[in-house]
């Protein structure tokens, strides 16, 4: 009798080792670390000298006709990657259609923006310079802004050696883009789960997980940045309310003028998911319990128990990975031959 009492315990601690074991095989099938390095990326160099024009570029305020607004504006570095706005204020306060998305790990992503109209970060980093409900500036100025700059000569020669005309738009972009590419977080309490240590998650995080691959999340979440690889309808089963889904904002269909991408969105990709509220493309909720809830209904037609959708948002906790370490450059300064800033905003201008 003595024996199998003292069996006991080791019996019920296997099992309890064989579930962690099968929950974190199936979460490895499924999910991948973030790397630690940035890809490569055809056609931008990845080079110490590229990277660093890009950070000062991206934090550069003088590319919009303002000298207001820099890509940090929105995708605050500090703040996740996003501005925690519903959505952006730019030009002359004028209020965006959409949620910013975060930056930080964006390079993972199918495709920018809501809609994926640009194809990689080099073609989104050039839409806000030129938008203006955003900078309110245009390729011509900006180059003719950099080219004032004698620092900024220099670096686009280093940056792009061999080159006939190095200050170039494009190049402005393709720098940005080599820059936004080095804002991984790797590193989460997840990733060090999906990398073997089972400590890394509480059970009621572990318990979220399962929530989330047995009820579907995972059909639009996967991947390394659980999301960001795919388009998909907003409202799959049920169709959120107007304030949520604002009816004159069709999504993709804009992109393609195919009726069957109407509200359809990329979905978001959900790496350090708590830092970045609001929530959504109308950014109209607040609260990561509340979307998951949303998200419940409105894509899998399942109404999540209020411990479940707690139980998802611990899990979701568990995204946040480090956060880059960026040292606030200091800009060269500009010349005499430098477009002065316009502040001036003109109604019915395209953007608006």
Known sequence: MKRLLLALPLVVVMGASQGQDELMQRAQAIFKPIPTAPPAIEGTPMTPESIELGKLLYFDPRLSSSWLISCNTCHNLGLGGVDLLETSIGHGWQKGPRNAPTVLNAVLNIAQFWDGRAADLKEQAMGPVQAAVEMNSTPERA?????????????????????????????????????????????????????????????????????????????????????????????????????????????????????????????????????????????????????????????????????????????????????????????????????????????GAPGH
């Open 143 to 347: 180059v003719a802004t950099l080219q004032s700059i004698p620092e900024y000569v220099g670096m686009f020669e280093r940056a792009f050696p061999g080159e006939e005309d190095p200050v170039s738009f494009e190049n402005m972009a393709r720098a940005i883009e080599a820059f936004e590419a080095t804002l991984l977080t790797p590193g989460s309490r997840f990733d060090q789960y999906l990398e073997g240590n089972a400590g890394a998650l509480g059970e009621m995080e572990k318990s979220g997980l399962r929530l989330f691959m047995d009820r579907g999340c995972l059909a639009c979440h996967a991947g390394a940045n659980l999301g960001g690889t795919g388009y998909f309808p907003f409202g799959v089963v049920q169709e959120p309310g107007a304030d949520i889904l604002p009816p004159e904002d069709k999504g993709r269909f804009a992109v393609t003028q195919t009726a069957s991408d109407e509200y359809v969105f990329k979905a978001p990709a959900l790496r350090n998911v708590v830092l970045t509220p609001p929530y959504f493309h109308s950014g109209m909720v607040w609260d990561l319990a509340q979307a998951v809830g949303i998200m419940g209904s409105a894509q899998l037609g399942q109404q999540l128990s209020e411990d479940e959708t707690q139980a998802i948002a611990a899990f979701l906790g568990t995204l946040t990975g480090r956060q880059p370490s960026v040292v606030y450059p200091v800009l060269p300064p500009h010349t005499a031959e430098t477009p002065l800033p316009d502040v001036s905003v003109v109604v």
